[in-house]
């Protein structure tokens, strides 16, 4: 099992930045692909960022390019998001993502995805 937990959400003014953070705690040896998803309401969730193992390689969604950098420590067990310019179309919940380079047994079955419980990003204009 992977344990993720977000913090850093908020309700801002657009045009400002915003820094998430998600701690990862339970099979973290296991850990390859990290990185951020957001849901807006009655939609499946997207990717935002994504950052592989060894920090080699970042893929972004089109309409962050440029604003958001995504990060890693991988002695923390951390990745985060850091947001800039952000704009009223930002607002969703953002999710922390996990994918392991084996499947880990949990009590649901094998899975080789985690995901955190979400936190709210608010972008007013």
């Known amino acids: 099992q992977v344990h993720l937990v977000e913090s850093g959400g908020g309700l801002v003014q657009a045009g400002v930045s915003l820094r998430l953070s998600c701690a990862a705690s339970g099979s973290i040896c296991s850990i390859n692909v990290m990185g951020w998803y957001r849901q807006y309401p009655g939609r499946q969730r997207e990717l935002v960022a994504a950052?592989?193992?060894?920090?080699?390689?970042?893929n972004y969604a089109d309409s962050v390019k440029g604003r958001f950098t995504i990060s890693r420590d991988n002695a923390e067990n951390t990745v985060s998001l850091q947001m800039d310019r952000l704009k009223p179309e930002d607002t969703a919940v953002y999710h922390c993502h996990v994918e392991t380079i084996w499947p880990i047994r949990t009590a649901s079955g094998m899975e080789s995805e985690f995901w955190g419980q979400g936190t709210q990003v608010t972008v007013s204009s």
């Open positions: 950052i592989t193992r060894g920090c080699r390689n970042t």
